[in-house]
């Protein structure tokens, strides 16, 4: 099986949209897509979380040395 990544995700979950979207399921494959995408999306948030995480700024001091900070969001502040 391959690995899941953010990017497939993101694409499983469009085409899952637009199946949903379509009428087209009976209401036992719809349920299953929607099932599916809601665990998509959880997969893809927590993909997201881990990567802010990881974001640093580089900024420049007075001195014109360069150090890292971390990236604080505008929830954080």
């Keep these: 099986m391959a690995k899941l990544t953010f990017e497939k995700s993101m694409k ?18 719809a349920v299953k897509k ?6 998509l999306t959880k997969f893809c948030s927590e993909k997201l979380d881990e990567t802010e995480k990881k974001i640093t700024m580089l ?7 360069i150090f890292e900070k971390p990236f604080i969001t505008d929830v954080e502040e």
């Excluded at 499983?12 to 199946?19: D, K, R, S, T, Y």
């Excluded at 929607?34 to 665990?39: K, S, T």
């Excluded at 900024?59 to 040395?65: A, F, I, L, S, W």
């Design 59 to 65: 900024v420049r001091d007075q001195e014109g040395n």
């Design 34 to 39: 929607f099932e599916e995408g809601i665990r």
């Design 12 to 29: 499983q979950l469009e085409q899952i949209v637009q199946e949903l979207e379509s009428g087209d399921l009976c209401l036992e494959k």
